[in-house]
């Protein structure tokens, strides 16, 4: 069955639903469900960025809106769907450009308005897989070393999508349900009655494959793609890295389990276990 909506993971889809003025109630709505109180946004102007210097590969990876809310908070929202190597690095060095645009000539005081990094993440971070945390919203800011917050005007909030598993029953919040829309939408065939809203049927109309026109679809579609492409890469990549690594923890475990037990404990089949302690 073709799809009726389109995938907000990709370029063009992202952009479309979230990166266009007549759309931008979309952004604010989601953002909101993310913010404190006191930061909340009623309206945001989009910003240029096109002197922060993404590199092409960045550009493969990631897709990203800047804006500014009238009180000056700045937002960057990224939606990344490939893990990078230094992705925290690379993070943090693009967050201070928006602290960097604040700077004023003359005499100044060095107030700043706050700066928030919003990362719709399409991966799960490697210490979380390791450590089996299976946290969807990671909310970072600096702290001291006591754990309390040193400065609040500079926030990561990076959402890890493959952790959300609710089903429609369980979506309570404005919050579930855009995590919902960002894991489903391209999968409905129609609007279930929970997303009957007002600011998720203008996002519904927006989706709406049907009423691109011709440059619009092929636009989508070069897009989607691309989104294939990349995902069976690092798909195949990640499931490629799982197998090495069970393969190293049996080998470690031949002289002391047997092989039941190792195939049961690394997800390898009993065969592969045999073969290895053929091996060794």
């Known amino acids: 069955m073709q799809d009726k909506y389109i995938n907000p993971f990709t370029d063009f ?8 003025e007549p759309h931008k109630e979309l952004l604010i709505s989601f953002l909101n469900t993310l913010l404190p109180e006191k930061h ?21 990876a990631i897709f990203d809106l800047n804006c500014i809310s009238p ?3 700045r937002f960057i929202v990224e939606l990344q769907k490939a893990k990078q190597n230094f992705f ?9 450009f928006p602290i960097q645009e604040q700077a004023q000539r003359g005499d100044w005081d060095y107030k700043l308005a706050a700066v928030y990094t919003i990362g719709i993440l399409d991966f799960v971070f490697e210490e979380d897989r390791e450590s089996h945390d299976k946290e969807v919203m990671h909310t970072i ?8 917050v040193f400065y609040d005007k500079l926030t990561f909030i990076y959402l890890t999508l493959p952790h959300f598993k609710k089903s429609l029953d ?14 489903h939408l391209h999968e409905m065939q129609e609007i279930p009655p929970v997303l009957h809203e007002a600011i998720f049927l203008k996002l519904f109309e927006a989706a709406q494959i049907a009423c691109f026109n011709p440059a619009e679809r092929q636009a989508y579609e070069d897009s989607l793609k691309y989104y294939r492409d990349l995902k069976n890469v690092t798909d195949t990549a990640r499931d490629e890295g799982e197998q090495k690594k069970a393969v190293e923890i049996a080998r470690n475990l031949l002289d002391v389990l047997d ?10 089949s009993l065969e592969d276990v045999l073969v290895l302690r053929q091996q060794n």
């Open 170 to 183: 369980e979506l309570h919040t404005t919050q579930d349900k855009w995590l919902y829309i960002f894991r």
């Open 71 to 73: 009180t000056g908070e």
């Open 13 to 20: 889809g992202f952009k479309k639903l979230f990166g266009e």
């Open 259 to 268: 092989d039941e037990t190792i195939a049961q404990k690394t997800g390898l």
């Open 88 to 96: 925290k690095d690379r993070s943090l060095y693009y967050a201070t």
């Open 40 to 60: 909340r946004v009623q309206d945001l102007q989009y910003t240029r960025n096109e002197h922060q210097g993404y590199t092409a590969l960045d550009r493969k």
């Open 141 to 148: 800011q600096l702290k001291n070393q006591n754990g309390h």
